[in-house]
């Protein structure tokens, strides 16, 4: 059964700061991996996707990630944060077997201060 | 385009009551897939349904159902409600059936049982 780990559950950084994200994920085939965020209030959305190709993959709103498959990570980074990326994020899995089913990890919550 | 529509955002049932949901995917989109989420267990897959087909399930009780119309909108069922089935359900719809679309998530629906 697939898995999905983010060490962090909750993250404090001031403005400007930088931003590092992890996630691990259990599983031995092909996967499909996603980064979605929750901002206040509003629906989870997605913030970038990787499922071939370049292993560095770039979102919305500065946001990047790197798939590095020996590791099976998928960290979640931006350079500098500002106090609207205040959310929680969500790393999640699909893996490739044709069927539409996410495997979430448990999030984590950022919180910037202005 | 819309996004994706669930209705009602909002309910509050007793337990034994059962409890429709209803999800209106995108304009175009032909799979949609349920979740539930708490704070306990976070976000976990309930369902998918493609061309009113259910194609893949996630490990809930048989109590958790769902279906698929032929113009893609789907509602899922709870029967018998119990305390732990208070969460947030939400539905995703993509274009296909496919492990790399993006899932695009509606606002969710809180249910809360007393």
């Known amino acids: 059964a697939q898995s999905v780990s983010q060490h962090n559950h909750h993250v404090i950084l001031s403005e400007a700061a930088s931003l590092e994200l992890g996630c691990n994920y259990s599983?031995?085939?092909?996967?499909?991996l996603f980064w979605y965020v929750q901002y206040p209030g509003q629906h989870l959305q997605l913030l970038l996707k990787y499922f071939s190709g370049d292993p560095l993959v770039k979102g919305i709103k500065g946001f990047e990630a790197e798939f590095i498959k020996s590791k099976f990570s998928f960290n979640l980074r931006k350079p500098s944060v500002q106090w609207s990326d205040t959310a929680e994020y969500f790393c999640?899995?699909?893996?490739?077997?044709?069927?539409?089913?996410?495997?979430f990890g448990t999030g984590t919550r950022l919180l910037v201060s202005p | 385009k819309a996004g994706v529509t669930q209705t009602p955002r909002y309910l509050i049932k007793t337990r034994g009551q059962q409890v429709t949901l209803s999800c209106s995917p995108i304009s175009g989109h032909r799979s949609v897939s349920w979740y539930q989420q708490t704070p306990g267990q976070g976000l976990q897959f309930l369902f998918e349904?493609?061309?009113?087909?259910?194609?893949n399930k996630g490990n809930f009780p048989g109590r958790f159902s769902g279906r698929q119309f032929s113009n893609s909108r789907s509602e899922m069922n709870v029967s018998t409600l119990e305390l732990g089935d208070s969460a947030l359900y939400l539905c995703a719809s993509s274009p296909r059936d496919e492990s790399t679309d993006t899932q695009y998530f509606g606002p969710g629906t809180r249910l809360t049982v007393l």
């Open positions: 599983y031995g085939g092909t996967v499909n």
């Open positions: 349904y493609f061309s009113e087909t259910q194609r």
């Open positions: 999640a899995v699909n893996a490739d077997t044709g069927f539409q089913k996410l495997v």
